[in-house]
């Protein structure tokens, strides 16, 4: 059995009529996990649902989508909750939430 690498971007958005913290994000990716359960299935899909709800987050804040999903290719084992990041691009705040799925 296989594994790909998969991860859903999350803006933070920090104004006076709306701030999402970190619990909304987790509640988005939750969404988007069942969402990927229903579509995809949850045997082997190769999608996000195969990574359960709930996140691993890690206190890093990376400099780019990029060295952010370079962190999370290295660091995530399948089978495990996926793992979530922040990075920092053109002065926003945005969550990456992903891992390896099992296929």
């Known amino acids: 059995m296989g594994a790909s690498f998969h991860y859903n971007i999350y803006k933070e958005i920090n104004d006076k009529s709306e701030i999402i913290r ?41 400099k780019s989508e990029r060295e952010a999903s370079e962190f999370l290719v290295k660091a995530h084992k399948k089978w495990n909750q996926g793992i979530g990041v922040s990075f920092i691009e053109n002065g926003s705040t945005f969550w990456m939430i992903g891992g390896w799925c099992a296929e």
């Open 22 to 62: 970190r619990a909304d994000i987790l509640r988005r990716w939750n969404d988007d996990v069942t969402d990927s359960i229903d579509v995809d299935g949850d045997d082997y899909s190769g999608a996000i649902g195969m990574l359960g709800i709930g996140v691993r987050w890690n206190v890093t804040v990376f």
